[in-house]
């Protein structure tokens, strides 16, 4: 990394600095700095600064942390913590620092140069789904106020879209779970679409284990035995990219076995007769064969689900497994669908829900950094939405852009004739955590200017023109909204090092060198109340939920239109919000994967997550307790034929690049799939071999299946 | 505009639309469709469940009307055709109507063979009303229609079909015997002792499988005014219904009047087309490639979106189908595929077996060249899916064989008294035996707080409880 961070003074390892402890907040209850689960902790600054972390009891993780929660705090102190904005002339030079004054009136130069010369959407911005809502909602609104650009989105586009997208067209609402996560633990069964939470959020399987403890079902569709599978009562081990042909042959059996709740179906849904129809084409024996999930094991996953549905209810849940596909939105959609015959949304314990992965990744979803969103869910193309933000903005709604392309798309069309020539970037490492890598980074290389806001030097920030060092997570006061739709406080328990500036306070100064810094304010709490306002209304309505009330409640759930409302921790009991309340199927229908493997690429690539990290690892890589080497998980049959012995080095190539990692043997896996976590960059980043193939309606890429070929590496 | 004739409405002929229309966006194709039954396209996979009951006949439609409208395409039912006129490239009706063509696609399927079994067709050549075939949704209807009053039923053809209708009567509570003339029932899928197990797991649903028999009379006069079949051996067997599953014959009378050439069924080559005119295609069970004639459905999906894509310019060519059979019966899980009937000890070949006759259970796989080229899989349903996803894709198979048939055999939980110290007893937190042994903690809470063990899912806490025990154990005096 230092090798790339070559310039004057800061090639030398930073020394350690005392933390400053904020007066008075020696101990402070907050959440913790990664995933959606966001475990409840308190920090403990001591009388030199150390920061130590302890678990905190609270409705999501019950006092459960871990490994990533325990050792948050070391990255408060880490001698990778960027501290002073780095600047350099091209891109072949050398970092050097920058005074802040500097490198803004450095940005704000070039951006204003760029717009003027270029027109106004040749800057982009990318954002992310671990930023606070206020920095989420700002970040929107800095760029359709501040730089009237219509290209921004966000990391969330690879990570809850697809979900958000079926949820929307089902439900007419986009929350990952319809209840509080005990609720979860409460029913009598469990299916669980492509997600490893015992890696991923170990503590939201107390949840689940509760469920079997009290002879409940567990069951677990992944191609990999995974540690959460090793958990579940029963494993549905599906044929990468084929979890859609699953989910609609368990609707078939459900239908065909009578298990369908005609009542309800009849009361409270549209659109059966479709979504059967299609449905009624996937008998059991064709989907065996489709999907290598006996058919036994199908009826038995139905037949679960519809016990639990006549008694203390059935959850079906879904995560990147099932998502990242080019047919992501379409697969949840078609086990909603199933949740929808089976008489589930809006009874006790029971419906679908979403495994939200990102910190923020809900509230980072609903205030405005998606390409076609306004603040509270509101869709930027809708007049009425635009004419209530453009009110709150004070702007003309004409003023504001329309909507723009996709994450993966805005970044296809970097640095083309046309396309955006400068990037702002905010909390997402997009040359680790987009497909095809090598393109993605030819893209970035290919910008005027790219400016990263980080709190470390990432590779994405590595290959930026100008880096600005930013707080993390207990250095600054906001809010999140966690996997349950429940709005929580994140607080400040210590000061940042000196040089280091919240993104609320580098947009503000932005928007100020852009002329319109009357509309930006750098204060979290400000930027909360008139995202309450922006959001009075839309479907993700903050509006009653003020900081005092989470102090005051420990958090509460949207939507809350006014101070007066309870909040609204269980969905769906009366009603959808539809147009005319009722839920709707949605028809789909079974696609193979865009790149199905062949002759010179023989073997199925899918990737995600390890215990040890999180993300793209620009955090969790630069904490030594958590330290870890990619691996390939290799089934022992598909190593005898490709020669291959565990601890070897293996290329994994794809059509569009290669990774490397350490052979991992395992009896877990399928023997024609191979497993590669994500959570480095380099030659270790899988997502050069990913495949950017998206879905027609989330625009998610297709991380979760391509074909690949494996090379021993030679020493 | 590019005229498609589809004569058949089926499997094979509604799917060839279908697929045809999602390559034609641009609508090129002007698609007429004529179909002899009066119903909408239905799935007749889903026959054996609309008698078992628990599907309803309007719940297996395939197509809604509203799509051939909205995707412009012509569907006439009812229709049947007298004739082929090649030359002038049109169709003739049994009403006398002319309907032209550029393509014509035949996908008019097959028909029941009626063995010539006294009593079974009267003097008309028409089936006796208390015998059926069981073919189309009419079909069913018909037969669901008189159950109510049917006792005793006796099916002629244990084949899959009559073994599934068999299955569907025995389920409404009717006796049901099935006469058949082989030694062991679906004998082209498999081998004597997987037949007699599945004999017997029938024989437990209610479903009585007489082998090597073969009827000879449906007559009148068994007491009560009651009808019944006389067996070759003489037996007499009561029955109210006779369902006729004697195997199918296809339909290509009309390609073979037509001068185009049929074997067992219209001759295609790989692109479905016939090998005496280029305008006209074959899908499905009329259709003969490569000697092959096709009774599933798989296949006439696989061809008619080869047909749709040629059509189309594409390059897709089909290279025959891999033939898994499934028998969809209600308490009997059976696939078979490939060779199944082999010489266990022939060279070159790698036989599997697992049998267990009282349980039900006959698991036999043929390997060669290290791929699974047949398998029997009856009564152990974990691996069925593995073992055709192998079979299908020709993929290597597993190096331990023993995987074919038997589940992975979950990794043994050694009780964690025992684990080595450098064993990881909490995953979440990478927390070692030997690092809990040393903590000198008493409780689990206690373990939590100095090794952080049991704090993540929370789901080594016996574990951590065990071990705690066991050191207890050991340092209590005797």
């Given at each position: 990394m230092?090798g790339i ?191 490893n939470?015992?890696e ?22 992944d191609p990999r035995h995974t540690a959460?599978a ?7 081990p599906v044929l990468p990219g084929t ?49 290598g ?28 497994g099932?998502?990242q596909q ?105 040359a680790v955590s987009s497909p095809r890598g090598r393109f993605v980074a030819d ?16 590779e ?133 994967p865009a790149e199905d493997v062949d002759a010179e690429h023989p073997v199925y690539l899918t990737t995600g997550r390890i215990l040890q990290q999180?993300?793209s690892g620009?955090?969790t890589r630069?904490?030594?307790?958590l330290a870890a080497e990619p691996h390939v998980e290799i089934h022992p049959d598909l190593a005898l034929r490709s020669g291959l012995a565990d601890g070897d080095l293996v290329r994994v190539v794809s059509r569009r690049g290669d990774a490397v990692g350490r052979v991992r043997l395992t009896t877990t896996i399928r023997p024609d799939t191979v497993f590669m976590p994500f959570h480095w960059g380099g030659e270790q980043a899988v997502n050069r071999v990913t495949n950017p193939a ?7 890429p297709e991380f979760k299946v391509c074909a690949v070929r494996l090379e021993r590496v030679v020493a | ?349 790698e ?16 390997i060669r060249d290290d791929r699974v ?13 593995a073992?055709?996803q192998l079979?299908d894709r020709a993929a290597p198979a597993p190096a331990d064989r023993r995987a074919l048939?038997?589940?992975g055999?979950?990794a ?10 450098d064993?990881t007893?909490?995953r979440?937190?990478g ?48």
């Amino acid at each position: 990394m230092r090798g790339i961070y070559r310039g004057r003074n800061v090639t030398e390892p930073v020394r350690k600095r005392p933390v400053h402890i904020v007066a008075g907040m020696g101990t402070t209850a907050t959440h913790c700095a990664y995933c959606a689960l966001q475990c409840a902790m308190t920090l403990t600054a001591d009388a030199v600064g150390r920061v130590t972390v302890g678990p905190r009891d609270f409705p999501t993780n019950r006092g459960g942390l871990c490994q990533k929660g325990w050792t948050a705090a070391e990255l408060l102190s880490s001698p990778h913590r960027l501290t002073t904005p780095l600047l350099r002339v091209d891109r072949s030079a050398s970092f050097r620092e920058a005074s802040w004054d500097e490198a803004l009136d450095v940005v704000a130069a070039r951006l204003t140069a760029t717009q003027r010369d270029h027109g106004r959407d040749t800057v982009a911005v990318l954002g992310g789904g671990g930023l606070t809502n206020e920095k989420a909602y700002q970040l929107g609104k800095f760029a359709r106020v501040a730089l009237r650009t219509k290209n921004i989105d966000y990391n969330g586009r690879y990570c809850m879209s697809s979900a958000a997208a079926a949820s929307n067209r089902a439900f007419g609402i986009d929350r990952g779970l319809p209840f509080p996560l005990p609720d979860l633990a409460e029913t009598g069964a469990v299916l669980l679409a492509g997600g490893n939470v015992a890696e991923t959020m170990p503590p939201f399987v107390r949840h689940l284990a509760a469920v079997v403890d009290r002879g409940g079902a567990l069951i677990v569709a992944d191609p990999r035995h995974t540690a959460t599978a090793e958990r579940a009562t029963l494993h549905l081990p599906v044929l990468p990219g084929t979890d859609l042909a699953l989910a609609l042959g368990l609707l078939h059996i459900a239908v065909a076995d009578g298990h369908a709740d005609r009542a309800y179906i009849h009361d409270r849904t549209t659109g059966f007769d479709a979504a059967w129809r299609a449905a009624a084409q996937w008998w059991p024996e064709r989907v065996e064969r489709v999907t290598g999930v006996s058919v036994q094991a199908q009826r038995a996953t139905v037949a679960q689900l519809a016990a639990g549905a006549r008694g203390r209810g059935a959850v079906v849940l879904t995560a990147r497994g099932a998502e990242q596909q080019s047919k992501g939105t379409d697969t949840v959609s078609a086990l909603i669908n199933l949740t929808l015959a089976l008489g589930l949304p809006g009874k006790p314990s029971s419906g679908f829900g979403c495994i939200t992965g990102q910190g923020n990744g809900q509230g980072g979803r609903e205030h405005g950094q998606k390409a076609d969103q306004l603040p509270g869910y509101r869709r930027i193309d809708d007049p009425a939405a635009r004419a209530h933000v453009a009110a709150v903005w004070g702007v003309d709604p004409d003023d504001l852009p329309g909507p723009g392309p996709s994450a993966y798309e805005l970044i296809e069309r970097l640095g083309t004739d046309g396309g955006p020539r400068a990037l702002l970037v905010h909390g997402t490492n997009l040359a680790v955590s987009s497909p095809r890598g090598r393109f993605v980074a030819d893209r970035l290389a290919a910008l005027d200017l790219l400016v990263v806001s980080d709190v470390v030097l990432s590779e994405t920030a590595a290959l930026a023109d100008v880096v600005l060092p930013v707080t993390q997570w207990a250095e600054e006061d906001g809010t999140m909204t966690n996997l349950e739709g429940r709005v929580i406080r994140r607080r400040r328990a210590v000061a940042p090092p000196p040089g280091v500036r919240t993104e609320l306070s580098v947009l503000a100064a932005l928007a100020e060198r852009l002329g319109r810094g009357d509309r930006f304010s750098d204060d979290p709490e400000t930027v909360y109340d008139e995202l309450r306002r922006a959001s009075a209304g839309g479907v993700a309505d903050y509006a009653g939920i003020g900081w005092d009330r989470i102090d005051a409640e420990g958090g509460v759930f949207w939507p809350c239109p006014s101070v007066a409302h309870p909040g609204t921790p269980r969905l769906f009991a009366d009603g959808f919000p539809t147009p005319d309340g009722r839920a709707r199927f949605v028809a789909v229908e079974h696609r193979p994967p865009a790149e199905d493997v062949d002759a010179e690429h023989p073997v199925y690539l899918t990737t995600g997550r390890i215990l040890q990290q999180y993300q793209s690892g620009a955090q969790t890589r630069r904490i030594a307790a958590l330290a870890a080497e990619p691996h390939v998980e290799i089934h022992p049959d598909l190593a005898l034929r490709s020669g291959l012995a565990d601890g070897d080095l293996v290329r994994v190539v794809s059509r569009r690049g290669d990774a490397v990692g350490r052979v991992r043997l395992t009896t877990t896996i399928r023997p024609d799939t191979v497993f590669m976590p994500f959570h480095w960059g380099g030659e270790q980043a899988v997502n050069r071999v990913t495949n950017p193939a998206l879905d027609p309606v989330s625009r998610m890429p297709e991380f979760k299946v391509c074909a690949v070929r494996l090379e021993r590496v030679v020493a | 505009m590019t005229r498609v004739l589809v004569v058949g409405h089926g499997m094979a002929g509604a799917r060839f639309v279908q697929e045809l229309r999602t390559r034609d966006p641009g609508r090129r194709f002007e698609l007429t469709v004529l179909g002899a039954e009066p119903e909408a396209a239905y799935n007749r996979v889903l026959l054996s469940s609309v008698l078992a009951g628990s599907l309803a006949p309007a719940e297996i439609e395939t197509v809604p009307s509203a799509w051939y409208a909205a995707e412009d395409v012509e569907l006439r039912t009812g229709v049947t055709v007298a004739a082929i006129d090649r030359r002038r490239r049109r169709v003739l009706t049994t009403a006398g109507e002319h309907v032209p063509y550029d393509h014509l696609v035949l996908a008019t399927g097959s028909r029941p063979w009626v063995p010539p079994i006294e009593g079974l067709t009267g003097d008309d050549g028409e089936l006796d009303r208390d015998v059926a075939v069981f073919r189309t949704l009419g079909d069913c209807r018909a037969m669901l229609a008189r159950l109510h009053r049917v006792r005793h039923a006796v099916v002629l053809g244990g084949g899959l079909l009559g073994l599934e209708a068999a299955r569907g009567l025995a389920g409404r509570g009717i006796a049901v015997e099935v006469v058949h003339p082989a030694d062991r029932p679906m004998e082209r899928q498999l081998d004597l002792d997987a037949g007699r197990v599945l004999a017997r797991t029938l024989r437990s649903l209610g479903v009585h499988v007489r082998l090597n028999a073969g009827a000879v009379r449906f007559t009148d006069g068994w007491g009560g005014g009651g009808r019944g079949l006389r067996l070759e051996d003489g037996t007499r067997l009561p029955a109210d219904l006779v369902v006729v599953a004697c195997g199918v014959r296809p339909n290509s009378a009309l390609a073979a009047a037509a001068g185009l050439e049929t074997g067992r069924a219209v001759v295609v080559d790989d692109t479905m087309t016939s090998v005496t005119d280029p305008a006209i295609h074959a899908i499905g069970e009329c259709a003969q490639h490569d000697g092959q004639v096709y009774g599933l459905v798989a296949p006439a999906w696989e061809q008619a979106a080869v047909l749709a894509d040629v059509l189309s310019g594409g390059p897709a060519r089909y290279g025959g189908s891999a033939v898994v059979t499934r028998l969809k019966a209600a308490g009997v899980d059976l696939a078979a595929m490939g060779e199944t009937d082999v010489d266990d000890f022939a060279d070159g070949v790698e036989v599997l077996r697992f049998a267990d006759p009282a349980r039900g259970t006959y698991q036999k796989v043929v390997i060669r060249d290290d791929r699974v080229t047949g398998a029997i899989m009856l009564g152990g349903p974990e691996t069925v899916g593995a073992v055709t996803q192998l079979f299908d894709r020709a993929a290597p198979a597993p190096a331990d064989r023993r995987a074919l048939i038997f589940p992975g055999v979950a990794a043994s939980s050694a009780d964690a008294a025992d684990a080595p110290d450098d064993q990881t007893i909490c995953r979440c937190n990478g927390v070692t035996a030997g690092r809990i042994r040393a903590a000198g903690a008493g409780t689990v809470a206690e373990v939590a707080a100095t090794t952080r063990a049991t704090t993540g899912c929370g789901g080594c806490r016996a574990d951590v409880a065990a071990l705690l025990a066991s050191r207890s154990t050991v340092e209590v005096p005797a």
